[in-house]
């Protein structure tokens, strides 16, 4: 095996690992969203991305390995910040603007990961293989895609509107106390 199969097994593993703990971070994020729209959007891509595992099941077939996981270590970063931030806007207006943006680094770790793949399975000759990894990358890139639009059509505006209406309620609150004289 040359080095650069070596290093493509490597990061089919790491890429393995990624899905799979995606797996559960979307079930999780699924739970934490308020807007049934971003709940849909999670539960639908938590649905791909056990395709996704599947693929490179795949993938690991075609190219004459078994499917074994190395611990991703980009993507439990992505998902340990993505909790912090859970925890710290839960049950505040701006919690779905965070689980977005959690998400979206997300999908930019793997569409970057996937793109590495492709490069290499070409480059290996391994057409079957590079197949199922555009499959995936695509999906990917329509994820990040679909919650962009989320982002900016809804959420983002959300969270802003919230902070305006508490700064406004909060100035109709001092300007009623002052002028009463209290």
């Not at 994020?29 to 049934?36: K, L, N, P, Q, T």
């Not at 900016?152 to 700064?167: F, G, I, L, R, V």
């Amino acid at each position: 095996m040359n080095d650069l199969q070596k290093l493509f097994v490597s990061e089919l593993k790491d890429m393995y690992d990624c899905e799979q703990q995606l797996v559960k971070a979307l079930s999780e994020m699924e739970e934490v969203a308020v807007s049934d729209e971003l709940k849909s959007a999670f539960h639908e891509h938590r649905q791909e991305t056990k395709n996704h595992v599947n693929r490179l099941e795949s993938v690991f077939r075609e190219i004459g390995e078994s499917p074994k996981r190395k611990s991703c270590k980009g993507i439990e970063g992505i998902i340990d910040e993505g909790q912090l931030l859970s925890k710290e806007f839960g049950g505040n207006s701006a919690i779905d603007a965070a689980l977005i943006a959690s998400g979206q680094k997300a999908e930019h770790y793997e569409i970057t990961s996937y793109g590495a793949l492709c490069a290499w399975a070409k480059e290996l000759g391994q057409d079957r293989a590079l197949d199922l990894l555009k499959e995936n990358m695509k999906e990917e890139k329509e994820a990040d895609a679909l919650l962009t639009r989320l982002a900016e059509h809804s959420h983002n505006a959300e969270a802003a509107m919230q902070d305006t209406k508490k700064k406004s309620e909060t100035g109709a609150a001092i300007r009623k106390m002052a002028s009463h004289g209290t």
